[in-house]
T-cell receptor
Framework: KQEVTQIPAALSVPEGENLVLNCSFTDSAIYNLQWFRQDPGKGLTSLLLIQSSQREQTSGRLNASLDKSSGRSTLYIAASQPGDSATYLCAFSYGSGNTGKLIFGQGTTLQVKP | DAGITQSPRHKVTETGTPVTLRCHQTENHRYMYWYRQDPGHGLRLIHYSYGVKDTDKGEVSDGYSVSRSKTEDFLLTLESATSSQTSVYFC????????????FGEGSWLTVV
């Protein structure tokens, strides 16, 4: 059974810090992975999608990497802001024809203090 | 915004009553999904659809049924609601034009008392 682990479960940093969120998986036969953001009481917002053939994707202050050989993905947030406070979830798809069958991690709850 | 609308957004119902949640999309996506989110369990797939009248089970499908009679609507039904089905339910679509990026709706909060 595929398992996805996110470390740390919670993180509190001062504004302006660069930070890394980690996501590990047990089965390297992934199709793609996505990083999502979830604000309290809200739905999930897609941040970045990395196909299995890619190593990383960037969007603004966010950079996500994928290392299939080590079973790891990281989300790098540069120059963190209080508005970045949220829960960040990684999820993997294992089916090329049905990429919405996702296995989710438990999430990392981030607090950025002004 | 992937044009996903869920209804109702909040509902309180009694044990044993039927409940239907609706997911509506406006962009003709083929794949649609229903997930539930619970503390300690995270997000888990209930059912999904890969076309009109084409559906299949996910990880936690017991006690749920789905229907898709039109491309734009995917319905999730709890035939006889139980307290264990108190949860937040999310609909999602797979956007093929965006590299199969998965987009989620805003969620439906269901409480079974």
């Amino acid at each position: 059974k595929q398992e996805v682990t996110q470390i740390p479960a919670a993180l509190s940093v001062p504004e302006g810090e660069n930070l890394v969120l980690n996501c590990s998986f047990t089965d390297s036969a992934i199709y793609n992975l996505q990083w999502f953001r979830q604000d309290p009481g809200k739905g999930l917002t897609s941040l970045l999608l990395i196909q299995s053939s890619q190593r990383e994707q960037t969007s603004g202050r966010l950079n996500a990497s994928l290392d299939k050989s080590s079973g790891r993905s990281t989300l790098y947030i540069a120059a963190s802001q209080p508005g970045d406070s949220a829960t960040y979830l990684c999820a993997f798809s294992y089916g090329s024809g049905n990429t919405g069958k996702l296995i989710f991690g438990q999430g990392t709850t981030l607090q950025v203090k002004p | 915004d992937a044009g996903i609308t869920q209804s109702p957004r909040h509902k309180v119902t009694e044990t044993g009553t039927p409940v239907t949640l609706r997911c509506h999309q406006t962009e003709n996506h083929r794949y649609m999904y229903w997930y539930r989110q619970d503390p300690g369990h995270g997000l888990r797939l209930i059912h999904y659809s890969y076309g009109v009248k084409d559906t299949d089970k996910g990880e936690v499908s017991d006690g749920y049924s789905v229907s898709r009679s039109k491309t734009e609507d995917f319905l999730l039904t709890l035939e006889s609601a139980t307290s264990s089905q108190t949860s937040v339910y999310f609909c999602a679509i797979s956007d093929r034009s965006a590299g199969n990026t998965i987009y989620f709706g805003e969620g439906s909060w269901l409480t079974v008392v």
